[in-house]
């Protein structure tokens, strides 16, 4: 299997690289990156491991390039953002190269766009496209297609998030949280999609390890891709924290501050700045709570699946398990396509994948019973 990894030198690409370059059936790892001296030390790290882990530079604004570098891959693996930039273009690009595509893209615009609007040339060129293979959405949407393989019905789900402001991950990753955080967002309510104001709701939720986190609702794709496959489904939130100094975005995006593009990018650079000033050791751990309630032969229930880990850890070894699952066919679905995870991947294939790796989801908050 040979494999190409977009964004391969950034913080979660370059750990989904590092795993791949181990994995059996992995023939081969390239590391596509538009800063060819960081995806050159990605590679020189890797250079005793069993597959051949090589480099291409890549810009990915350049459409032809894009698909120039995808061809002759089995899969081409993204962990390139921000995706409401990014994502439809590489899907675009993948669908042209007639090559298998995975991403950890976690917009509900981004999501939708690619759903709708690529669908049908994926089908039609036999591509196989899965959106959303990261944390949250992905081991998210797994879990919940997991913990409610037994029901009868869904009827709520709600996603809830802790990521602290120094769990890593650069510039791109700050640009997404301005991007989540600002104007109207879908949700999920009443059977049907909906528009509210993103951070005009917030909740205290506890997290496993954390306690009690005061989250706010913001876009990400679950609202936007859970009810596609779970037709009961009345209602799916998603909300997120940041714990100390959430204030300074939260109000300020309240107010509109990110809206315009020259803005979050200007406030984008200067927080990963500071962020790298004041880094002195390992990104901090987050934490993912979902609540699930739904019928069980005939009677109402609630269950609850949870985890604690780094996002670079949690987010780049999803997308690694997804992108050998999606190269080997492990799928539900036998057409190409363009997919949420958890309409073509087997939730307990893919959450024992993890655990073997160290990721670990559990059904309760002491975290005590693990859910495979």
């Not at 989250?215 to 714990?243: A, Q």
């Not at 294939?349 to 990721?359: D, I, P, S």
């Amino acid at each position: 299997m040979q494999i190409i990894v977009l964004g391969g030198a950034g913080d979660m690409g370059s750990r989904a690289v590092e795993d791949l370059a181990t994995a059996p059936g992995v023939e081969r790892v390239t590391v596509a990156d538009r800063d060819v001296t960081a995806a050159r030390e990605v590679a020189a790290a890797l250079g005793d491991q069993p597959a051949m882990v090589d480099v291409r530079q890549v810009d990915a604004n350049d459409h032809a390039a894009l698909v120039e570098a995808m061809r002759g891959y089995d899969v081409a693996a993204s962990g390139l953002g921000p995706f409401y930039l990014y994502e439809a273009p590489l899907v675009r690009a993948a669908i042209e190269a007639g090559v298998d595509y995975a991403s950890i893209c976690d917009e509900w615009q981004a999501a939708r766009i690619v759903i709708d609007e690529l669908d049908g040339p994926a089908r039609e060129r036999g591509v196989t496209v899965i959106t959303g293979l990261g944390t949250s959405p992905g081991v998210s949407n797994l879990g919940v297609a997991h913990m409610s393989a037994d029901m009868d019905s869904v009827e709520r789900v709600h996603v809830y998030v802790y990521q602290p402001l120094d769990a890593g991950g650069g510039q791109a990753v700050v640009r997404h949280m301005l991007h989540i955080i600002s104007g109207q967002v879908a949700v999920w309510r009443t059977g049907k999609s909906q528009m509210v104001p993103a951070c005009s709701e917030e909740r205290l939720v506890e997290f496993p390890r954390f306690g009690p986190i005061k989250v706010w609702n913001m876009g990400h794709s679950e609202p936007e891709t859970l009810p596609r496959y779970m037709p009961d489904l009345e209602e799916v939130g998603f909300y997120m924290g940041f714990g100390s100094g959430s204030n300074l975005f939260i109000q300020p995006a309240r107010w509109g501050a990110f809206k315009r593009p020259a803005v979050l990018n200007a406030v984008a650079r200067i927080v990963s700045k500071l962020e790298q000033a004041s880094s002195g050791g390992d990104p901090e751990p987050g934490a993912v709570r979902i609540d699930i309630w739904g019928v069980h032969e005939g009677k109402q229930i609630h269950r609850l699946a949870c985890g604690v880990g780094q996002m670079r850890e949690v987010t780049g070894l999803s997308l690694s398990v997804g992108a050998q699952m999606l190269g080997r066919k492990q799928l539900l679905v036998d057409a190409g396509g363009v997919y949420a995870p958890e309409a073509c991947l087997q939730p307990r294939a893919f959450l024992t994948a993890l655990r073997e790796k160290g990721v670990q989801a559990y059904a309760d908050l002491g975290m005590t019973e693990p859910i495979v």
